[in-house]
């Protein structure tokens, strides 16, 4: 190892060491104690799973000055749970999913299903959602070949996104007046949500399904989706960064029931819009989780990319 090797190794290790030391008490730890409701609307386990980092809303934020900076409204801007379940909106969102997103449901395209798969990277063992989106920006750095130092900015400015996109959507999910059931759980018990436009199905399961073929839903509630939180912030950091939204540029995955398989986008927007209606078709979210999550994580790219690492 060079001279030159050695200290670029030792200055590394010394900043790691100090961004350690900095986050050792920023409250991601010990989750607290999290009761679910039982009132129609109110998120309760579908699995054997307990609630998921109930405590990130507090976590320290990167940039963002409050997990609530970006928080978005109540979903469909209704007053109420009631309200919500009671309105047309949330019936047509409901069977939306309901029909797409169902395991064997008999109108999903075989391209919805491969969406569903490519961006989904919820089990053990894969990259997770903002791991994928490291690839991705991987990708695309080599594409237009930056430099050294080119690479390390963008990849600090999507590291800090990140960051900050977990709390604002764990901040929707638990710090709002609502913490949004599942599809899964919301078409099984329809019967109590006060809406004669949809139809209970006790047996109904979602395409999500885990190594042991087990079909699940992710253990935190449904509104925002941190898919397109994480997908949002992501293409607005790329889209300030290159300067424009259309790039084009062909991704991978690391989703075990989409190997091999390789999408390709004409800018970061439709990747980040993709991102987020697979959850739909992976039967796990509403199309509102989606569209506030795109909402939130744009507002906070823009924000990290106006207030850090400043191109000089």
Do not use: C
């Amino acid at each position: 190892m060079s001279d030159a090797d050695t200290k670029g190794k030792t200055f590394g290790q010394a900043v790691a060491d100090s961004i350690l030391t900095l986050r050792q008490n920023d409250g991601s730890g010990q989750p607290p104690l999290y009761k679910p409701g039982n009132q129609p609307g109110d998120w309760r386990p579908t699995g054997s799973e307990d609630a998921v980092a109930p405590q990130w809303p507090d976590v320290t934020p990167f940039v963002m000055t409050s997990g609530s900076q970006f928080r978005p409204p109540f979903p469909g801007n209704y007053a109420n749970t009631i309200d919500l379940l009671r309105s047309p909106e949330y019936a047509a969102q409901f069977n939306e999913v309901k029909r797409l997103g169902a395991a064997n449901s008999p109108v999903r395209t075989a391209e919805e299903a491969i969406i569903a798969f490519f961006w989904a990277n919820d089990v053990d063992g894969t990259y997770k959602p903002p791991g994928h989106l490291f690839r991705i920006t991987q990708i695309v750095a080599q594409q237009r070949n930056l430099s050294l130092v080119e690479t390390a900015r963008l990849f600090a400015l999507v590291g800090l996104v990140m960051g900050d996109a977990a709390i604002v959507a764990w901040d929707a999910k638990y710090r709002l007046p609502i913490n949004l059931w599942r599809p899964e759980t919301a078409i099984r018990l329809a019967d109590q949500d006060g809406n004669l436009l949809t139809e209970a199905d006790p047996n109904w399961q979602p395409l999500s399904i885990n190594p042991a073929g087990q079909r699940f839903s992710p253990a935190f509630p449904a509104y925002v989706s941190g898919h397109s939180t994480f997908g949002a912030a992501h293409a607005g950091i790329m889209r300030n960064f290159f300067g424009t939204d259309n790039v084009t540029f062909t991704a991978d995955t690391d989703d075990p029931n989409a190997e091999g398989i390789k999408r390709t986008y004409n800018s970061f927007s439709s990747a980040a819009l993709e991102n987020g209606r697979s959850r739909i078709y992976l039967g796990v979210h509403f199309q509102w989780d989606a569209d506030h999550g795109f909402w939130s994580g744009t507002q906070l790219a823009d924000f990290v990319y106006a207030k850090v690492l400043q191109k000089v």
